[in-house]
């Protein structure tokens, strides 16, 4: 077990144990985390890219945008010149450094085969996505948020489906400023729909693909 997983996993313990976390705990977590990713990712990151990064024979500037269960995304940018900021420094790049930029997506990555969800509703609504949670939120969104949030369907220690912004875990927003939570594997996911059709009494179909 890494780091990382050691740190997500305490974390995810002290929710289902209802836990409030305080403020200055939330902010120690977060720099913990910084840290490691610091230390730890991006170093192995760095490693696994050379042999790759190295074929190429000019300048340049691989910006990377991480959201979890989303495209990682990658982007190239061409410059003249360009001083890379200190570790951790957030401060803003000027547009003057940026002559073009171009960007690429890449499937995520991940340990095992990514899996979909597919919904079929009694009307013959198919909801399939290209990613598993935006087929769970699309389904919450037309069963109701509303309904489900009734049901207080609790994972990682929060109602799936809320109008609580979590610290920690991944929401999405969808229509009335409902925030769905998306922190769970594919199978689980499948695993809260089934529930809210058992006990909403809506006969829809969840399918993994």
Not at 159 to 168: G, Y
Not at 192 to 201: F, G
Request: proline share 6%; with cysteine; charged share 25%.
């Amino acid at each position: 077990m890494t780091q990382l997983e050691k740190l997500y996993n305490a974390i995810e313990s002290l929710k289902e144990l209802g836990v409030a976390l305080p403020q200055e705990l939330i902010e120690n977590t977060n720099m913990v985390e910084e840290e490691i990713i610091q230390n730890e990712v991006i170093p192995a990151l760095s490693e696994a890219i050379e042999p790759i990064i190295s074929q190429i024979q000019r300048e340049l500037i691989l910006v990377v945008e991480y959201v979890p269960d989303e495209p990682l995304q990658v982007r190239m940018t061409r410059k003249k010149s360009f001083k890379i900021p200190e570790p951790m420094d957030a401060t803003p790049i000027s547009t003057n450094a940026v002559n073009i930029e171009r960007k690429f997506t890449i499937a995520p990555h991940s340990k095992s085969k990514k899996t979909n969800l597919v919904v079929t509703f009694p009307d013959g609504t198919r909801i399939e996505n290209q990613f598993a949670y935006q087929t769970f939120c699309q389904a919450i969104e037309k069963i109701g948020p509303e309904r489900v949030t009734s049901l207080n369907i609790r994972q990682c220690g929060i109602n799936i489906v809320s109008k609580e912004k979590d610290d920690f875990y991944n929401q999405h927003t969808i229509s009335g400023g409902w925030l769905v939570l998306t922190h769970s594997s594919t199978s689980l996911k499948k695993e809260h729909l089934e529930e809210i059709s058992r006990r909403l009494k809506i006969p829809i179909k969840v399918e993994i693909v």
